[in-house]
């Protein structure tokens, strides 16, 4: 009785792992007559963006916490009324970064010795006008913005595009399983399954923070062209 349950304990361990695996991958039902051909295709579409993501703050520096926090906020306070002053509505502006750090001096054998504080408050700004966003930086540098990182150009509403990257998709499948086709001596007799592995369009990832100069020259962003991806894995049966 003892080896019989060990026998049935093993056997039961044995065949989990395989029905684990059979959840994981998922496989077609359908019973193919002819030849089954798997294709992986990506179609793409191009859009200019027209959205602009920028992060731009202001670090003050102060002997005290107090002093570093209120030369922030009163600096910051300049920076929003400038941005709302270039039309930028409050649902465009979001705090991203509030911080205060103790700076400390370190000499040769010596304990670290507090010698002030930095304080940093960051914006995150999204310009839905591109052309002007570079006028609006350069006017919130001249109103004590000192950090600016971006842009990071998006599309607001990329589902149309996505659309016709999906179609560009399909056709592309078709037209490439009729290919294989051909060059088999078979025909396609047709389409067994078709799955979406998702939409791509990656905006260029944001430049590092940079420290604003009080002066700059006339700042100007060029929006080019995105790409936006779509890729669908394709079974189409030939014979």
Known sequence: MKQAWLAALFLGAAIAPAGAIAQQTPTITQNLAGTRLDLSVTGESTRVP???MISTGVVTKSPTASGAIQQ????MERVRAALKAAGIADRDIQTSNLSLNPEYRYENNQPPQLVGYTATNQLSVRFRDIRNSGKILDALVKEGANQISGPNLTIDQPDAALDEARGAAVRMGRARAE???RSLGMRVVRLV???EGGGNYPPPPMPPMMMARAQSADTKIEAGEQ???VTLAMVFELQ
Do not use: I, M
Request: net charge positive; glycine share 0%; charged share 20%.
């Open 227 to 229: 790409k936006l991806s």
């Open 72 to 75: 922030a906020a009163t600096r």
């Open 179 to 181: 290919l294989y086709a």
């Open 50 to 52: 027209d959205v602009a």
């Open 193 to 195: 399954s078709v799955s």
